[in-house]
């Protein structure tokens, strides 16, 4: 989608800048780095709202366009379906969970410190967009057969770059895990899981929930 006059994105620089902005501020920053203009990016900051407190299907293209202040028509200037909208989060979402992701496990360091820095970021990603993620893992059945297929495999390179690193580990002698793939698949949890329960004001900030995910990542892979 094309960039219409819209003021270019900031860049999104890691946990501090989520901390710093709050939840909602970092979802307009992740929608304002793919370029959407004004109108496409105020509906999907409201319908990742609605879709996350409703679910998909008890959410209508009317709760969508009132929650971004826009007339029902509106919305189908910018999206076809309220299934598009769906999509269209979730695809956003996992392709920048990839590159946050992806630049955390090439960095240089051992493959405990990559680790443990992976699990740290995408814990508080999670968090601190808790909204989002809680759509992208419990409403993206309701997409299409192909759409639904773009998603998972987007949640798949995730948990590749979780299991390269952690194999690095295992070929260096640094992770004593027996199971490397069951290893990956129980840190990944530790990541993802956190969108179902957190909520803003929980005793544990976002980084401190990240840091001790990350200590139990390190435990789970036999550091």
């Not at 989002?132 to 419990?138: F, K, P, Q, R």
């Not at 770059?161 to 129980?186: E, K, L, N, S």
């Amino acid at each position: 989608m094309a960039n219409n006059g819209a003021p270019p994105a900031e860049t999104v620089s890691g946990p501090d800048a989520w901390a710093a902005d709050g939840t909602a501020a970092a979802l307009a920053r992740l929608f304002g780095r793919y370029q959407f203009p004004a109108g496409p990016r105020r509906i999907l900051l409201a319908a990742a709202t609605e879709f996350a407190g409703r679910g998909f299907h008890a959410t209508t293209t009317r709760d969508i366009a009132a929650a971004a202040g826009l007339s029902p028509a509106a919305m189908y200037v910018y999206f076809r379906s309220k299934e598009e909208v769906l999509h269209q989060i979730a695809a956003s979402t996992l392709d920048f969970t990839i590159e946050v992701a992806a630049t955390e496990a090439g960095r240089p360091g051992s493959p405990a410190t990559r680790l443990a820095a992976l699990v740290q970021v995408l814990t508080s990603w999670n968090t601190y967009n808790s909204q989002v993620a809680h759509v992208v893992l419990y409403q993206t059945g309701a997409l299409s057969p192909e759409r639904l297929a773009d998603i998972t495999a987007k949640q798949h390179e995730v948990g590749r770059i979780v299991r390269r690193v952690i194999a690095d580990g295992v070929d260096t002698g640094d992770f004593t895990v027996t199971d490397p793939g069951a290893a990956a698949t129980a840190v990944l949890s530790l990541c993802l899981d956190v969108a179902r329960w957190y909520q803003p004001g929980y005793r544990r900030t976002p980084p401190e929930i990240g840091d001790f995910n990350a200590a139990a990542a390190l435990r789970i892979v036999g550091a």
